[in-house]
């Protein structure tokens, strides 16, 4: 079974930064691309940044400039570097992943559990 484990959220004063990381594990045979996605209250969720797995990268306008995501492909890991963090980033972020256990079987959207990022004074 595929899944993906996220960490690093928490409470952060406007302007602070933040790093969150998200870890896939499982018997993993390729992984494609790996993306932060976020659900603020009463709002739907909506692209944060994307990752391929050679690297090409994709922003939300809304936080280009500020996030940098990156990948460790060797541990199957995908890091967003949150800086000059805003009131409006304040949502639930989830981290989701393309991937696949064998040769013989399409590629499938995995979830994390999710984790808060509070941006408050």
């Known amino acids: 079974q595929l899944q993906l484990v996220e960490s690093g959220g928490g409470l952060v004063q406007p302007g602070g930064s933040l790093r969150l990381s998200c870890a896939a594990s499982?018997?993993?045979?390729?992984?494609?691309?790996m993306g932060w996605y976020r659900q603020a209250p009463g709002k739907q969720r909506e692209l944060v940044a994307t990752i391929a797995s050679a690297g090409s990268t994709n922003y939300a306008d809304s936080v280009k400039g500020r996030f940098t995501i990156s990948r460790d492909n060797a541990k199957n890991t995908v890091y967003p570097q949150m800086n000059s963090l805003k009131h409006e980033d304040t949502a639930v972020y989830y981290c989701?992943?393309?991937?696949?256990?064998?040769?013989?079987?399409?590629?499938?959207?995995?979830w994390g559990q999710g984790t808060q990022v509070t941006v408050s004074s």
């Open positions: 499982g018997s993993i045979f390729r992984i494609s691309t």
């Open positions: 989701n992943a393309r991937m696949k256990i064998t040769r013989w079987v399409p590629m499938d959207d995995y």
